[in-house]
């Protein structure tokens, strides 16, 4: 049986609905808000993509040698850092792992390639920092804090009094990479580099031509062979 029917009374989008949700007296000004956000937003993660495809460019030409135990270490950390983003979702690293059916050392093992990655692109962009003479200054930290405080819905005073020394110096170091990624973003760096290895592939391939004819005429006696076959059948 039914009791009763209620119906869901949606508020009024007019200028006293967008003066009691935001800032704003109207409505269009409200409105204009959340677009200009939305793109704002939009053009950040756009940005963030090119200097991360940049930077991973940049670490993919540049030569050197990890030890294996900076990637384990790094391994670690990836762990860490998945395990904090799956504990905000409710979910302990045992429950994952027991749910894919991993070990702890599997898992570690996976983690290595972005390990490796992260270090590559950590050490390209302190070599970055260090050849352009990058700093990071007491309003880059200012400017950081106060992100964080926006993010965490907290006041700055507050949150930069529970900020340690030893946290505050990670942070310079994060600023640090990030001043050196947006280097790469606004000058290309890392663009044209790449762009000139395959003319040298295409002179080399050039040079392998006649090694291929030759190999053509050995696999030429091998295409006749069913017809040869047929031959003999009749």
């Known amino acids: 049986l039914v009791h009763e029917v209620k119906q869901r009374k949606l508020p009024e989008l007019d ?34 993509a090119a200097e991360e495809q940049l930077v991973d460019k940049a670490a993919a030409n540049a030569e050197m040698i990890i030890p294996e135990p900076m990637v384990e270490l790094e391994s670690y950390q990836v762990a860490s850092n998945f395990q904090m983003r799956m504990e905000s979702q409710g979910i302990s690293m045992d429950q994952y792992l027991q749910i894919m059916g991993k070990t702890k050392e599997q898992f570690l093992e996976e983690a290595k390639p972005a390990a490796e990655r992260n270090i590559r692109q950590r ?21 950081e804090i106060h992100k ?23 942070m310079k170091k994060d600023v640090l990479l990030s001043k050196a990624a947006e280097f790469l973003y606004e000058n290309g760096v890392a663009v044209d580099k790449p762009e000139e290895e395959p003319a040298q592939d295409a002179s080399a391939e050039e040079t392998e031509e006649p090694p291929k004819k030759s190999e053509k005429k050995e696999a030429a006696p091998e295409e006749t062979e069913p017809a040869e076959q047929e031959a003999a059948q009749e």
């Not at 959340?34 to 963030?48: L, N, P």
């Not at 390209?124 to 200054?137: I, Q």
């Not at 993010?151 to 700055?156: F, L, R, V």
């Open 15 to 48: 200028d006293e609905f967008a003066s009691e949700v935001s800032d704003f007296e109207t409505l269009e000004e409200y409105k204009a808000d959340i677009r200009s956000s939305m793109e704002k937003a939009r053009a950040d993660e756009a940005k963030r």
């Open 123 to 143: 050490l390209v962009l302190e070599a970055v920092a260090a050849a352009e003479n990058l700093e990071v200054t007491d309003d880059d930290l200012d400017n």
């Open 148 to 170: 964080m405080a926006e993010s965490y819905q907290m006041e700055y005073d507050s949150l930069n009094k529970m900020i340690t020394d030893e946290e505050r110096e990670n």
